[in-house]
């Protein structure tokens, strides 16, 4: 049988302003049945404009077709796998979604009264008491907007508690293992940035820091598991070594999807820690937005805690400004409440045993790539993996290869790259993390697509260098990009 030979067209979409042209309207509108009102005289000719210069002028099909086709290129986490470590880019149940549009939670307006919104400040106390328990801390802020921010409220904790026993002390120690933010983090609070090198097996060098710790260490800021997806096994033995000499343990908690149901940090010595929940319990992650950085803390930080405070009064909630300790408010409101919602709706529909389930599926399925692959790729630490996996391109740079090109020709096989040379501590990073809802299915197409890349590299690296080739703009001159960015159309 002869088959008949076709040719798949997938064209190149114009910018909008491209498509333009004078005249041209996305409206249409009957003639006016009442006297027309001149908006300058109205409004003030200071408050009005004729027209906005270099605005797209396009049919409504045109503007309909331009986006529809536009988001036909995206890929999406109802495509495939983000396999991006250290970003816990996973799917999320639309239940969750539903449950945070309910009309009274989405239209609650912030400014309502208290006893109107008792509801709404439920859902917020039930999610403290949650997560108090998961992270096996006392009390709990919703306030903080993200991850960053949470850091940020913990450290200026910290900072309070010291100062009010009258000494805040002058540096906070941070692993090289640790998230990026923390040294920034640090900073801002006012403090002078020590870094800890990690030993062979990808951890904090107990007996080194040890010799660090003195009377000017205000904090150690550990991220657990770690940037290189390891767990730091002797976190108790670390958490009496500050407390030994007066200082706190803060955690970075952007990876408690490793842990939840599993341990609690709290029970670990860990004095204040942040969660992610954006990442961790049920969110749309990615796109700058929503977040959300709970910060839990044990009882001696209580006090310190921003306001307002929830409590209950009379059997109804209300909002606490009263506490002459608090470090003040570190948000407009009391945090980002659809995302509040979700994380309970997670929460609850998972309870105990299913947080519980859903870490160990993480673990296994970071494990499971980091078999299949350790054969092909270098793996960066000898210590067992918990959610994430990274290995270095240590061997595929002999022939000239590296992990920015292994993560282009990923692209050609329909997968979106992993994180790339990242952490800054592995030379030629590949961070894997699957999250637990990936099925095997899936994650052995990942794994396929990345043994034949290896495979490519050996016998014919070029293919690789030169990657992406399936996509629409080939590979572009980053460093022209980076040093020349073009943000901003304008008019020829």
């Known amino acids: 049988m002869i088959r008949e030979a076709r040719t798949h067209v997938s064209r190149n979409e114009p910018l909008l302003f491209e498509l333009s042209s004078p005249g041209k309207k996305g409206y249409q509108l009957p ?48 495509l495939g796998v983000y396999p991006l470590g250290s970003c816990t880019m996973k799917y999320n149940p639309r239940v969750n979604e539903a449950v945070a549009r309910i009309e009274g939670l989405a239209w609650a307006h912030p400014y309502q009264p208290e006893p109107l919104v008792q509801g709404a400040l439920e859902v917020m106390a039930r999610l403290e008491a949650a997560l108090a328990e998961i992270t096996g801390m006392d009390a709990v802020t919703l306030q903080p907007a993200a991850g960053a921010h949470g850091e940020l409220t913990g450290i200026l904790l910290i900072r309070a508690l010291l100062e009010s026993r009258g000494n805040p002390r002058k540096k906070v120690l941070i692993p090289d293992s640790a998230h990026g933010t923390n040294p920034a983090t640090a900073a801002i609070a006012g403090y002078a940035v020590e870094n800890i090198r990690s030993n062979e097996r990808g951890m904090v060098d107990v007996e080194a820091l040890a010799r660090i710790v003195d009377e000017d260490v205000a904090a150690l800021m550990i991220t657990n598991p770690n940037t290189l997806g390891v767990l730091e096994v002797n976190i108790r033995k670390i958490a009496q070594i500050l407390h030994d000499k007066g200082a706190l343990l803060y955690m970075d908690g952007a990876n408690m999807n490793a842990l939840a149901g599993i341990t609690r940090p709290g029970d670990n010595g860990v004095d204040v820690m942040h969660l992610n929940l954006h990442k961790t319990f049920s969110t749309p992650h990615g796109g700058g937005g929503p977040g959300s950085g709970p910060v839990a803390v044990k009882r001696h930080l209580e006090p310190f805690l921003p306001v307002p405070r929830l409590k209950q009064q009379d059997g109804k909630w209300v909002f606490d400004y ?171």
């Not at 000719?45 to 290129?73: C, D, K, M, Y």
């Not at 309970?344 to 494990?367: F, K, Q």
């Open 322 to 492: 009263q506490r002459p300790l608090s470090i003040g408010r570190v948000r407009a409101f009391y945090g980002n409440f659809g995302v509040l919602v979700r994380a309970l709706a997670y929460i609850m529909a998972h309870g105990g045993e299913g947080l519980r389930n859903a870490t160990l599926d993480a673990v296994l399925n970071a494990n499971y790539i980091r078999k299949k692959l350790e054969a092909h790729y270098e793996i960066a630490a000898e210590a067992p993996s918990l959610h994430e996996c990274v290995f270095s391109d240590a061997r595929q740079a002999k022939h000239g290869v590296r992990t920015g090109d292994i993560a282009k020709r990923l692209i050609d096989y329909g997968f979106h790259p992993y994180t790339v040379s990242f952490p800054l501590i592995v030379h030629g990073a590949l961070m894997i993390e699957p999250t637990e809802t990936e099925s095997k299915r899936e994650l052995d197409a990942f794994i396929d697509a990345m043994i034949s890349i290896a495979r490519e590299v050996e016998e014919n690296p070029e293919l690789v260098t030169k990657a992406p080739h399936n996509t629409r703009i080939g590979r572009v001159d980053e460093v022209t990009a980076a040093r020349r960015p073009v943000v901003r159309w304008r008019p020829k």
């Open 31 to 78: 003639e006016l049945d009442v006297p027309p009102v001149d908006a300058a005289e109205v409004l003030g000719a200071e408050n009005t404009r004729a027209e906005i210069e270099g605005f797209p002028e396009v049919s409504e099909v045109e503007a309909i077709r331009h986006f529809t086709r536009l988001s036909t290129w995206n890929y999406a986490i109802d």
